[in-house]
Structures are given as C-alpha cells and as structure tokens.
C-alpha cells in the first residue's frame, strides 16, 4: 500500500469545511486550523499525481466546488502579506519571541498556489473554478509582471530594512522579523514560478470568452510572456557558472544541458503558443506595431534545438514569420458582457483604512500565542508531516516505491517513501522528488521553529 497522508474519506470531511475568512481573522485558531487541512490535501494531491493513482483531493474539490474558496484564500494572504504585514512590523507593540505563526501565514499562499499546480492541470478543475478563474487570472498576472521586472529574482529581499526599527522592536525581534521577511520574499520568486504554469493550465483549458478576454486585452499577456522568455528570472550566471532554479533550488548547469528546456521555459512556451495560435485568440488580440515587435523578438529563441524538445513551437514559428510579412486585421469589436474579477478589490475595498487596526488587533489577539499555544499548533503540524502515523494504521508491510515490494529501506530524507534497494531509489527519484521537497522542508521549519 503507497504512503497517504490523509484517507479519502477523511479528505472529503477536510474539503466539506473549507472556507472564505475576512481579513482579519488571518491567522486565527480557526484559520489555522483550515491552513493544516490545506497543507495535508495539498501533500495528498501531489503524493496521487506523482505516482498517477486516483486524485480524490482534485476530484472532492470538483464536486464540492471548493475551488473558487482556494483562489478567494490565496488572494486574501495576498492582500494580507501587502497591506497588513509591513503595518505589524512597525507596531512598537509588537516583540514577537517566535515568528512561527506568521511564518504559517505567509507559507499558505505558498502551500494554495501548490495546491491550485496541481489540480489545475486537469480541465474539468478550470471549469469548476468558475468566475474566480478570471481572479486567478489577475494574482497570476500581478506574479508574472513581479517575475519579469525582476523584483523577486533569486529570493532577493523586496523590503527596505527601515520598515523594522531598533526602537520599536527588541534586537532579537528585529532580528527575527528580519529573518521572516527574507524568507517572504524568497517564497515570493516561488509562488510566482508557480504562477506561470498556473497560467499555462488556464490557457490550455479556458473556453470564456471574458479569461481569454482579460489574459489578451486587460493584460497582454502574451507581452509578460515575452518579456519572461528573455529576461528568464530562473536562470542566472553565478561565478562563470550557469545556474538554473529547479526542483526549489538554484542548480549549477553542465555545459552539455545548457540549452535543455526547463519545466518553466516550457511552460512559458506553451502559454504563448495557446494565445496567439487559437482562433479565439487572434480575433481577440490587437496585433499592433508594438505587440506585434514585442512578439517578433520570439524568433530569435525559436533554435532548432529548442523545438526539437518542443516540436509544436514549429507551428509558432511559421505564425511568427507569417506575422514579420503581414499587417493583421484589427480585432473585432464585439459587444460581449463579460464578468470581472471581484476579489482583490473586494478585500481591498472592505478594509482600506483598516490597516493598523487589523495590524493592532492581530498583534494583540493572533501573533502573539503563549508558548503552550504554540507548542501545541508545532505539535499538530509536525503530525500533518509525519507519516509514522499513518503508517501505524497500514495493515501490511511498507512497499517499494518503485517496484512494489517489501521494503526495509526509508528516504533519509523526507521519511515518507520506502524502498527495497537504492536502485530503486534512483529510478524513482524523478517522480518523488517533488513530494520530498515539500514534505523534509515542513519538517525542517517546523522543528526550528519549535525549539527556537
């Protein structure tokens, strides 16, 4: 039997609960308790699409229509993380010994964005987030436009350092908050990587004509994307070293590999190719002078290597060099109505000038718990990460990951696969590296936030 993390039933019991939250119960006992479910539906959907078995947690949130409540959660950190955090770093009030609990707050965005990759591959989970795909489409461009200008690259921190002053917080504060901001900002470059095949599961799917709206025209997007292909934030030269983000981490390149696509380059790629090359598309797209330059750039990537790896780009290809001859028509002007988003601005609009009293309010009833409180949620949570205890409950012997026999053998790492033989290990690594990640990195923060 493979390792789970939750059981079907107890997942539908999970999704059932989930719920949208104002602003200022962010980080509330209650809110904390929705964040565990999150992070172990979130394992449990990646744990099922890695290993190809039946994705209960995609389907459970198909049929309870739990989507749009995801994307509602996702967009309220957001908001959260812009507008209320740098206000409860100034507090003087606020001298914090642990910053576990916000940590938690600012990693479920992370933890959704995770969630929405994976479950957002399939059509039928586009087609049941209904209207919030149109939000889905602004967070994923406000990630995107952040990603190409660069703002979040490599994890670079987006605070200033006078945001936290020495009078304000005690130095072990400041130090902490520091820490805490650093560590937003790095999993900010993530979620935005995770924002771009995000969107590149909403252009394979999406048949509105208001997304293909708002991606072409509110947005256009297909510029962001071009801008992504050349500035390419998940690649950089470290020491005379080229260095590529993947699988969470910066990785040196061998000169033999450095023209491979990566996941996100590819994901990139397709995006385009399913905004200038559907019909729907070019009869929304305006091709003027500087779209369609901004566009033609995309040339001078089309190498025979990269399609070659890709063979569909080479039907971009022809479009574009169709496009560098043509003048195309103006887009049809039709009288359509369409649905906006409503969610940021709903947030926004609910709580502007709110700010410092909802920084005020959650410094005094939410981010300072006591320290039996915050043994106790670093308790719960390293439950969600231990599958020791799920494996109690098994009625058999652990199984190979690979191959399905008996294994004696565990990942040192995440602690949550097993194996017969280490050739095993390496055959599967591919498919269980991305679960492991997730998984060893909890534990990890977890375990230094609890002994901090």
Known sequence: MDPSVVLPVEAEGFVQSLETFPLKEVGSARWFRQHEYIEKLNMQAILNASAAHDEFVKELLVSYGKIPVLVHELILVEVWKQKVFPVLCQLQDFNPKNTFHLYMVIHHEATIINLLETIMFHKDSCEAADDSVLDLVDYCHRKLTLL????????????DEHNLTGEAVSRHSFNLLKELQTQSASLEFEISLKAVSVLRYITDHTESISVINRMLCTHNMPCVLVQLIDCCPWSRCSKGEIEKYTNGRWQKIPVEDRLKMTKLDGQVWISLYNLLLKEDCQRKYDFNNFNKNQLLKLRGFLTEVLIDQLPNLVELQRYLAHLAVTDPAPPKKELVLEQIPEMWNHIVRENSGKWQAIAKYQVKETFNPSESDLRLQAQR????????????????????????????????????????????????????????????????????????
Request: hydrophobic share 25%.
């Open 148 to 159: 190409a200008s660069k703002a979040t690259r490599g994890g670079v921190t987006t605070h």
């Open 381 to 452: 949570l390293a439950q969600t990460y231990n599958l020791d205890v799920i494996e109690s409950l098994l009625p058999e012997k652990p199984k190979c990951g690979s191959c399905g026999k008996e294994a004696a053998k565990r990942c040192s790492r995440c602690q949550g696969e097993w194996y017969c033989h280490r050739e095993c290990q390496v055959k599967h690594w591919p498919k269980h590296k991305k679960a492991c990640q997730l998984m060893a990195e909890a534990t990890e923060k977890i375990q230094r936030e609890s002994n901090s």
